[in-house]
């Protein structure tokens, strides 16, 4: 299962979803920060193995944690995705002890890159990866 913790926009997410499920059908888990409005969920749901979760933000940070090292500790993920440099800090330092990977999702200049660590690898690539098993 995939883990996207949203912050800063939805591009990336739903970039994400789409592409998870052209390439296998790999179920995703977005964590939202704040309130999400009806239409945006139809818009994000394109299929059954995506999972839109809201969260208060002043329990984000929180509640993001405590889902990112119960699924840590229970073997769940097999890849993080941030779009939020900070979030990406603590995701990375949590996750590596699992040998997890962590993609930052980044938005510029209308163009989606994902950073993989510190080399630059497509989400194209990354998934790949996961289906042949190399989460490393």
Not at 26 to 41: D, F, I, Q, S, Y
Not at 66 to 79: M, S
Not at 90 to 95: E, G, I, K, S
Not at 99 to 107: I, K, R, S
């Amino acid at each position: 299962m995939l883990l996207s913790l949203v912050e800063d926009g939805w591009r990336s997410a739903r970039t994400l979803s789409l592409a998870a499920a052209q390439r296998g059908g790999h179920p995703v888990l977005h964590l939202v920060k704040g309130e999400v409005a009806p239409e945006v969920l139809r818009m994000m749901t394109p299929s059954p193995g995506t999972r839109i979760q809201p969260i208060a933000r002043r329990w984000f940070r929180v509640v993001s944690w405590c889902v990112v090292v119960l699924g840590l500790v229970r073997q769940r993920w097999h890849a993080i995705v941030v779009d939020n440099h900070r979030t990406y800090a603590w995701v990375h330092a949590l996750a590596r002890w699992r040998g997890v990977p962590v993609v930052l999702a980044c938005e510029a200049f209308h163009e989606l890159t994902y950073e993989w660590e510190s080399a630059s690898l497509s989400l194209e690539a990354a998934l790949r990866r996961l289906g042949n098993g190399k989460a490393a």
